[in-house]
């Protein structure tokens, strides 16, 4: 029997509740929004074209990457294909939510998901395997992230040379221990802790012999493929 999903719910008490769950965490992307604005206006970006980026892309690795090859001359084909490799884990991601969100009405679906980012996404899978099917937390976690990224664009445009590397603060942990959390608070059994280690093992392997960025999606398909052909059983 295949399993059966709830239609998420999608209201103003919901958004909410996810921008202030979101919030603390996107205090630490602050930090990395202030040193983005820095180096893009020492690359000679003016203000109008740093905050449309980050208002627009809202991709902190795929932006500092962009302003890596920026210049008179601006390689477009390499630019895009940099940068789809570094955003590629959303198309993962987008699915890994559509049993839930494939029920709900094309125009909350695809809204839900314009600030997607790994944060919100992984606090959201976390409710929605746990049965609080809440949209709101996609919504309003994603603009509490975003909201940060920006104002802290903003604060590095004007006097950012306090922090020109948050990794020398440890800031560039603070994400990837919240993501760790998220997975440990998932569901743990001989399944999905195979999949956590063929994926671990995929991606590792990938990220030292393969091209830059590519671990992601070997990672994630390796993960993907255990999770295919090991079938669990519904009761």
């Known amino acids: 029997m295949s399993k059966r999903y709830v239609v998420p719910s999608l209201t103003f008490a919901g958004v909410r509740q996810g921008f202030w769950r979101l919030l603390p965490l996107s205090l630490f992307v602050a930090a990395f929004g ?4 820095l180096a893009a206006v020492q690359t000679g970006l003016s203000t109008t074209e740093i905050v449309l980026m980050s208002a627009t892309v809202f991709a902190g690795t795929a932006q500092f990457a962009a302003l890596e090859m920026w210049g008179a001359q601006v390689p477009v084909l390499p630019l895009l294909a940099t940068t789809f490799a570094i955003n590629a884990r959303m198309l993962l991601m987008g699915a890994t939510l559509y049993p839930w969100l494939g029920q709900m009405p094309v125009g909350k679906r695809y809204g839900s998901l314009i600030l997607l980012s790994d944060a919100n996404w992984a606090m959201t899978l976390n409710d929605f395997n746990q049965g609080r099917v809440n949209a709101g937390v996609l919504v309003g976690g994603g603009f509490a992230l975003w909201l940060t990224w920006l104002v802290g664009t903003l604060v590095g445009m004007a006097f950012g040379s306090g922090i020109t590397n948050p990794a020398a603060f ?3 942990m603070v994400l990837g221990c919240f993501m760790l959390s998220m997975a440990l608070a998932g569901r743990k059994n001989l399944r999905t802790i195979a999949a956590w280690v063929v994926g671990g093992l995929a991606a590792y392997a990938a990220y030292r012999w ?17 999770g295919a052909f090991w079938v669990e059983r519904q009761s």
């Open 210 to 226: 393969l091209p830059e960025n590519s671990h992601v999606i070997v990672g994630a398909a390796a993960g993907g493929l255990v």
């Open 34 to 37: 202030l040193a983005f604005g």
């Open 170 to 172: 440890g800031l560039d």
